[in-house]
């Protein structure tokens, strides 16, 4: 198999071979899907994939403290200005919890939602931290109930035909004026998933890697009161935003959404950020 991208460190051809080939597997089940089928796949999925790819960077990533913290501190510049000691907090998607933690010692309240239980052994969850399990479709939650929720790297993960109703989902456990908060990559720097080193398309667990146009137009259908887009312009830890108006990503997106994808590539780092981080208000 011809490499697209170098391999990452301290990893072997051979594993990101079989990473590649066991992610691929597993989406096509999910693709070929029904709803109801995916109600039972999805809280299978992840342990199916750790269980044969052992070396996979999600695990190892767990492993490292230090690292954990590091990224939970940058990933909570996100969402910093919308927390108070008041909030009640909901992320989906929470991985290994570490930033649901970290999230927990500025609010009232947070609720870390996930199809698969990623904590390491040495997880010490706060007194006001909760880890609800759920199969990716019902969920237990009080309506209008959360003032900030999060995703990060989530929404790639869903089946096209489920992506509204997680939306619809999100929007309903908000408080009025509440924010859905959410980052994912952006498609025209994909594929973003393990297929980025044998292939121009996602073909692993990344089932649809979106734009800001298709993501404020989900936003729209359901009804959202207001979304902006977040550009990071300054690096390091303590990075600040501005908010960006939908015009401008969906015009780019829209001179650059022909091209060969190389050019694409290419032109979108100048005008793009690599990540659609995108703000909704109920």
């Known amino acids: 198999m011809r490499l697209k991208q170098r391999l990452p460190e301290g990893r072997t051809l051979e594993q990101v071979i079989n990473h590649y080939q066991v992610e691929k597997a597993i989406a096509l089940r999910l693709k070929n899907s029904t709803r109801e089928e995916r109600k039972s796949l999805f809280p299978h999925v992840y342990a199916e994939l750790f ?12 492993e490292d403290i230090e690292k954990a913290y590091v990224l939970s501190q940058k990933k909570f510049q996100w969402v910093k200005y919308f927390l108070d000691r008041s909030t009640v907090f909901v992320e989906f998607g929470s991985g290994d919890c570490h930033f ?15 199809i698969y239980d990623q904590r390491s052994p040495s997880f010490k969850a706060p007194d006001n931290f ?14 209008n109930s959360a003032d900030v929720v999060f995703s990060d790297q989530l929404i790639e993960h869903l089946h096209p035909q489920d992506a509204e109703l997680h939306f619809a989902l999100a ?13 994912t990559p952006h498609a025209f720097f ?8 044998f292939s121009d398309e996602p073909e692993g667990l990344h089932l649809k890697e979106w734009t800001f146009a298709e993501i404020f137009k989900m936003l729209k259908k359901l009804n959202f009161s207001a979304s902006f887009g977040y550009w990071k312009v300054l690096k390091g ?24 994808k190389k050019a694409q590539r290419l032109l979108s780092k100048l005008f793009l950020p690599r990540h659609a981080v995108v703000v909704a208000v109920k």
């Open 190 to 197: 994909g594929p973003h998933d393990v297929s980025k080193f």
């Open 100 to 114: 649901a933690s970290t999230v927990a010692a500025k609010v009232k309240a947070v609720y870390a939602i996930d």
């Open 237 to 260: 830890v303590n990075h600040r935003y501005i908010q960006t108006p939908e015009l401008y990503f969906v015009l780019v997106e829209r001179m650059l959404g022909n091209l060969p």
């Open 130 to 143: 909760q880890l609800i399990l759920t199969d990716g479709f019902d969920l237990d939650f009080k309506e």
């Open 51 to 62: 269980q044969k790819v052992p070396d996979h960077p999600r695990l190892r990533q767990g």
């Open 171 to 183: 929007k309903s456990i908000l408080r009025q004026g509440g924010f859905y908060i959410l980052k």
